[in-house]
């Protein structure tokens, strides 16, 4: 059975998500990890190449809600899935973090090159970053051990970064966690100047707020 088969025949929760300009939509939570909740979406909903991107809250059956950024999921051929998506909840990294590298929730887009050689790229987007990886979503490739080659821009920065990482794990949700194992030293320094400033906005606009 295939994993989204098996995400399907889970016993899911009801949950509403509203985003600006759409009626509200009334979706089932598949799963949530890392900061990331996977969401089955009614066939009456808009069609995802809309919500791609667009911000939005989704209220649990808890009665929590969360704000976050709503992304497509390549399917086969490198199609949008028409019926999923992958909620990114905005927040703080957990206070509890066993890594040597902070890691800070940012959504950035990157290119995942599966097989360099043969010009394979993927687009995917980061859930987060670190110095000394990031956690990628959007990308159906990469088996745990197997080594993905990622580009990408930081934003307000021209230099292309690229760096090679070995996928650690793969979530239910299908996110790729990436350990960096090979980085220009140059190319770290600038990750952890970014996320430092990046992480000093997101605690001044939540403590302003």
């Known amino acids: 059975m295939s994993l989204r088969s098996r995400l399907l025949s ?4 009801g ?31 808009p069609e995802i190449r809309k919500l791609h991107r667009e911000k939005g809250m989704i209220e649990m059956p ?6 976050g950024m ?31 590298w902070t890691r800070v929730p940012v959504v950035i887009p990157v290119r995942v090159g599966v097989n360099p050689q043969r010009r394979d790229w993927r687009e995917g987007w980061t859930v987060d970053l670190s110095a000394g990886g990031a ?17 990408f ?14 996928v650690t794990r793969i979530s239910d949700a299908g996110l790729r966690a990436l350990r960096w194992t090979a980085i220009d030293a140059a190319d770290r320094q600038i990750i952890t100047d970014y996320l430092d400033n990046e992480l000093r906005r997101v605690l001044d606009r939540r403590y302003a707020s």
Do not use: W, Y
């Not at 985003?19 to 990331?36: M, Q």
């Not at 808890?62 to 704000?67: K, L, V």
């Open 135 to 151: 956690l990628i979503g959007g990308v159906q490739a990469g088996k745990p051990g197997s080594t993905l080659r990622v580009q």
């Open 70 to 100: 709503l992304m497509a999921i390549e399917g086969k051929n490198r199609r949008m899935l028409s019926d999923r998506m992958q909620f990114l909840i905005d927040g703080l990294p957990g206070g509890s973090q066993k890594r040597q």
């Open 153 to 166: 821009s930081l934003p307000d920065h021209d230099e292309r970064l690229v760096c090679v990482g070995a």
């Open 62 to 67: 808890d009665g929590s809600t969360h704000e």
């Open 10 to 13: 889970r016993k899911t929760a």
């Open 15 to 45: 949950a509403r998500l509203s985003v600006r300009g759409f009626d509200a939509i009334d979706v089932r939570v598949l799963g949530t990890e890392d900061g990331t909740h996977a969401l089955h979406l009614p066939r009456h909903a």
